[in-house]
T-cell receptor
């Protein structure tokens, strides 16, 4: 079993839709959970950062962590064409390297 | 604007050749990282450096080498010992080691001639 798994997609939605991107992990020691957004032929950019279980909201983005089920979600409200990118989930332990998932490709159609 | 600059954007390697990828940052970050990205896989850590003149192997260091002579610079050499070097290489930095990578460059795509 891979340490971090994501559905690769591609996920295609109409503009304005609510998007749900999901990630599962196997290491119960993970405490910090990041989402990165990566546009085509660019480096990733840190989008959201959460600690432990719960929700964190930032504008149209909400990150949700359920440590009991080892499940991480990123919700995008009112999705825009500019949200079209690959989204990487990336958990880490308290003082260790980040483990990146393979990413989910999202396409928002105008 | 502060950021990470990687060069070149595209690089071609001949058999038996060593090539060096450049990474420069002006963020005054202590920690720097090199990742390799292959289709369908997560980013994999090649090397990281917490401070000048110090670096550590990551998960896939074989066939690669690095140096950290200046805080701003962390070049990666892909040696001829790396038999499958075709990939997208990403350099990243964070304020201190132990933090998640906070800034990434726009990568170098390496291909074999």
């Amino acid at each position: 079993q891979k340490e971090v798994e994501q559905d690769p997609g591609p996920l295609s939605v109409p503009e304005g839709a609510i998007v749900s991107l999901n990630c599962t992990y196997s290491n119960s020691a993970f405490q910090y959970f990041m989402w990165y957004r990566q546009y085509s032929r660019k480096g990733p950019e840190l989008l959201m950062y959460t600690y432990s279980s719960g929700n964190k909201e930032d504008g149209r983005f909400t990150a949700q962590v359920d440590k009991s089920s080892k499940y991480i979600s990123l919700f995008i409200r009112d999705s825009q064409p500019s949200d079209s990118a690959t989204y990487l989930c990336a958990p880490k332990t308290s003082y260790d390297k980040v483990i990146f998932g393979p990413g989910t490709s999202l396409s928002v159609i105008p | 604007d502060g950021g990470i600059t990687q060069s070149p954007k595209y690089l071609f390697r001949k058999e038996g050749q060593n090539v060096t990828l450049s990474c420069e940052q002006n963020l005054n970050h202590d920690a720097m990282y090199w990742y390799r990205q292959d289709p369908g896989q997560g980013l994999r850590l090649i090397y990281y450096s917490q401070i000048v003149n110090d670096f550590q192997k990551g998960d896939i260091a074989e066939g690669y080498s690095v140096s950290r002579e200046k805080k701003e610079s962390f070049p990666l050499t892909v040696t001829s010992a790396q038999k499958n070097p075709t990939a997208f290489y990403l350099c990243a930095s964070s304020i201190v080691r132990g933090d998640q990578p906070q800034h990434f460059g726009d990568g170098t795509r390496l291909s074999i001639l």
